[in-house]
């Protein structure tokens, strides 16, 4: 019989993403992305992305039973533009058509992903609470370039916050993801987000 990791293991590192964009201070994250992986299983998404023909990553994938590291928080994925450089991304066994109900009865998985979250909230000094689209839009800050040429990035007045893929694409257009759907419990979430920081 299968058994459940606990929240607090460490992920596997059996798959590394094919595609990244470098590597990144952990400082500059400011954001949790969340996503769905339009599959059923956390490895059998981890796998995908080692493959030349993905085309994207994520930083972890996480299931009812476990969470696969495909990529460390100082490396930048391919996952959610612009946000990827600033965000700290989550892929959740799952798709984007489920009902709030489906989701719930996945609820480990959310759970593991909130863990994760919150973990990150707490290192990198993220505030927990769920942006809108106008908020990220206004939040999202800028990067500018320095007199030596090194760049740096300007948090906006919220300081960052999570999001999902559908709030990244609907606030900048650079991708038409729905993920993890209007229907994914991002109350529920926040909820165990808030329980783990306490």
């Known amino acids: 019989m299968f058994r ?54 994520t930083n972890l994938v996480v299931d009812a039973f476990a969470c696969y590291r495909c990529l460390g928080d100082n490396v930048i994925p391919q996952a959610a533009a612009p946000l990827n450089v600033h965000g700290f991304h989550i892929e959740q066994a799952g798709y984007a058509s489920w009902s709030r109900s489906r989701w719930l009865a996945n609820g480990r998985t959310v759970k593991r992903a909130a863990y994760k979250a919150a973990l990150r909230c707490r290192w990198y000094h993220i505030p927990a609470r769920v942006l809108t689209v106008e908020q990220l839009v206004k939040d999202f800050g800028q ?11 300007q948090a906006g007045p ?31 979430f926040l909820g165990y987000v808030e329980g783990f920081l306490k």
Do not use: K, W
């Open 158 to 188: 919220l300081n960052g916050g999570i999001v999902t893929h559908a709030t990244v694409s609907e606030a900048f257009g650079q991708s038409d993801h729905t993920d993890p759907g209007d229907s994914y419990p991002v109350d529920v």
């Open 143 to 153: 990067t500018f370039t320095d007199a030596a040429g090194v760049d740096h990035f």
């Open 4 to 57: 459940f990791d606990p929240l607090t293991r460490d992920c596997r590192s059996d798959f590394p993403a094919y595609h990244h964009q470098g590597e990144r201070l952990l400082s500059s994250i400011r954001y949790i992305v969340l996503h769905s992986t339009e599959g059923q299983t956390a490895q059998s998404a981890a796998s995908r992305f080692m493959q030349p023909g993905s085309g994207g990553s």
